[in-house]
């Protein structure tokens, strides 16, 4: 049996996984760079050193002055990389020598040079360089890196093990919200996803295509817009149409409905569900003449006469390809216009092709105006009263 792992463990396993290859990557380029300057350092320390060492006993050499040569290598020595100094004559005797005293098990490397007087061999050097001390140096930068890099991993980690576990517990909570079986498997993005499939699945509603949505688009087209560019100024035509996108949105989001781009004179938003109903076209009616009772009385408000024809199209629209749908939207729109020239202020129309007027009489009160084309009259007394209350609660948020 396969143990599942929660959210909570696998982000901060991976974090730490990664953390330590790219510790271990840095780490083996970081150690062999420290090792090559060290080797550098260490060949460039003997060499310069031994070459000023050689240019000092050159001439007390020449002249059997063993003295100078001493001082010369006790000089030498005072450095403590350097942990010896010998001088020896052409047949390999010892002449003179400076010694420090190095710790145990010291790695050091041995440096050796001929002294040449006018190109013959006068003795030799030998320098002896405590290279431990000067691989230590390199090595203690490494070693401070490598606290540096757990630090880091160790910060990371708690940090995405803090993340994890709210994130876990907040989709935890939210797959309990969401209906199914209470047994789930994987991690929780697995179990999410389970309990979300079957609320993404798609629906086939009387005739719809899976793709589709039943689509109604709501016009509002003032009739009287050039007359209200010539009767107000700039500032007060400016208000006024924020007044009715701010009543717009307010009715939008009380009613469900999404606002599109509009056109000159002409203000669209569409309601769409996924299943053809009387009950998709009566929230749209409520939706259209909440907003025109909200609009006339904001018209009385400021006392601005608005002559607004009202028309709710309808059409079964496909969501994919992207362009169909809008396609689809365009050619409701060409509709709407067309028929708010036929139609006087303050009237809603609607047009159904699915729907006679005696099946929407269930719903609302209709006048025949056109082949498929009705005049809404009125809605039964009890969702009348309702619609009134719907207003007035608009009202008070917008006047």
Known sequence: MHRHYSMAQKLPAAVLSI?????????????????????QTIQEKGDITINQLMELVRTPLFN??????????????????????????????????SKNTPADKTVVNNFSRDIMLQDTQAGKILLTVNSQAIQARQNAAVTGWLVLWLLFTAACTYGCHVFAEQLSRRIRLLINRLPGNSETFGDEIAALELRLQPLLSRRTDEGLADTDYYCSLITATIKNRQRLDSQLNRQNLTLLFEKIDYC????????????????????????????????????????????????????????????????????????APLFQ??????????????????????TIGMHSLEFDIDQLSSIARFLPFDDHFFVLQGFPEGRQLLLEKQIQHLVGICL
């Open 19 to 39: 953390c330590l290859l790219l510790g271990l990557v840095s780490w083996a380029l970081l150690h062999s760079y420290a090792n090559d300057i060290s080797q």
């Open 64 to 97: 059997n002055d063993t003295i100078s040569i001493q001082v010369a290598l006790q000089n030498v020595t005072k450095d403590d990389l350097i942990i010896s100094a010998s001088v020896y004559g052409v047949d390999n005797q010892l002449i003179a020598q």
């Open 248 to 319: 717009t949105l307010r009715t939008l989001e009380l009613y469900g409905g999404q606002r599109i781009e509009g056109s000159e004179g002409a203000i669209h938003f569409y309601i769409r569900s996924t299943q053809l109903s009387k009950q998709h076209l009566l929230v749209c009616l409520m939706a259209v003449y909440s907003l025109q009772q909200l609009l006339e009385r904001l018209s009385k408000a400021l006392g601005i006469d608005l002559e607004i024809a009202w028309t709710v199209c309808s059409k079964a629209l496909p969501s």
């Open 325 to 346: 749908y809008h396609e689809g939207l365009d050619e409701l729109k060409q509709q709407a216009m067309v028929m708010a020239t036929q139609l006087q202020e303050g």
